[in-house]
């Protein structure tokens, strides 16, 4: 089982970047890592998805070294409605992309 | 297109009974899974399938069952209820190009309490 670490909790303001790194040292070579959002009550919401360098949309980047044993998700400008938990996640470590596993998260809490 | 729909979106269930939460997507996914999130914590695999037909154990198995007979479907069944199954059940869809799961879309959640 391919297992991520990434840190319980983060803190920030309004306006900052906000990078949270996520290990996954048994990625499989055909992995890809993913990061979902989430808000209380709601379904996880995808964010990012990237299988090597860097990969950007409207919303965050995703930097992943040459080794691929970490990922990091970098959020420019948060402001409060970014408040919510952040998973990465890869596959089950065997090459079985089939299955996909949330970790803990990070719960990321937005001051003003 | 509503994407992912689960029903009911809360149950009270009383320890030895049995119900089945529905799970329907849109979007002609061929891969759904089941997850259940205890308070506070990440989400748990119960059940993927990758097509119809096709079912596969996920991390937490124990005390369910599912069956795939479309493309659409996906049901989730609790055969005898108990307390430690008292969770929210999240259901999701994804696609898959090559070889990368495209993003997965996920249901709003069942509520359920066993008591």
């Known amino acids: 089982l391919a297992k991520t670490t990434q840190p319980i909790s983060m803190d920030s303001y309004e306006g900052q970047e906000v990078n949270i790194t996520c290990s996954h040292n048994?990625?499989?070579?055909?992995?890809?890592i993913t990061w979902y959002q989430q808000f209380p009550s709601q379904g996880p919401r995808f964010i990012i998805q990237?299988?090597?360098t860097k990969v950007t949309n409207e919303v965050a980047s995703l930097f992943i070294p040459a080794d691929r044993k970490s990922s990091t998700l970098s959020l420019p400008r948060v402001s409060l409605s970014d408040t919510a938990v952040y998973y990465c996640?890869?596959?089950?470590?065997?090459?079985?992309?089939?299955?996909?596993?949330f970790g803990s998260g990070t719960k990321l809490n937005v001051k003003p | 297109n509503a994407g992912v729909t689960q029903t009911p979106k809360f149950r009270i269930l009383k320890i030895g009974q049995s119900m089945t939460l529905q799970c329907t997507q849109d979007?002609?996914?061929?891969?759904m899974y089941w997850y259940r999130q205890d308070p506070g914590m990440g989400l748990k695999l119960i059940y993927y399938?990758?097509?119809?037909?096709?079912?596969d154990k996920g991390e937490v198995p124990n005390g369910y069952n599912v069956s795939r007979s479309t493309t659409e479907d996906f049901p989730l069944r609790l055969e005898l209820a108990a307390p430690s199954q008292t969770s929210v059940y999240f259901c999701?869809?994804?696609?898959?190009?090559?070889?990368?799961?495209?993003?997965?879309?996920f249901g709003q959640g069942t509520r359920l309490t066993v008591v």
């Open positions: 999701a869809s994804s696609q898959r190009f090559r070889e990368m799961n495209t993003e997965a879309f």
């Open positions: 048994n990625i499989a070579t055909n992995d890809y």
């Open positions: 990237g299988y090597k």
């Open positions: 996640l890869v596959g089950d470590g065997m090459g079985n992309f089939n299955k996909f596993y």
């Open positions: 979007m002609n996914h061929n891969y």
């Open positions: 399938s990758v097509g119809a037909g096709i079912t």
